[in-house]
């Protein structure tokens, strides 16, 4: 994972995400039944594709149950992106369980 030396001005969602996308996080990925879409290119992306560099929880500041997550996305074929859901009680079922798979993909690829 990285490490941000401007950390103190990523405490928004958005201003994470500008930071991202200076640093070439351009695409932006949904959830589909079918894999993780990037909303640019249209490509579709199986689990094993998806590598998370980084994350950023963040909690609304107004409401603390106001949280969502931000994951700093690279996919093997070097495209680099960000995916955003909710987490607690309002987080996507299906994003919670493509980036679970994601997670485990990876746990056994590091014990290899």
């Known amino acids: 994972m990285q490490t941000y030396s401007t950390l103190s001005d990523m405490k928004t969602l958005a201003s994470c995400i500008n930071h991202l996308v200076k640093e070439g996080y351009t695409e932006d990925f949904k959830i589909i039944d079918s894999g993780m879409i990037s909303l640019r290119s249209e490509n579709v992306y199986r689990p094993e594709q998806v590598h998370v560099l980084n994350f950023f929880r963040f909690e609304g500041a107004s409401d603390p149950a106001d949280n969502s997550i931000l994951y700093a996305i690279e996919i093997d074929d070097g495209t680099k992106g960000t995916l955003t859901d909710?987490?607690?009680?309002?987080?996507?079922?299906?994003?919670?369980?493509?980036?679970?798979r994601v997670e485990d993909l990876n746990k056994k690829t590091e014990k290899s």
């Open 86 to 100: 909710a987490y607690g009680p309002y987080a996507d079922p299906a994003v919670t369980k493509f980036m679970q």
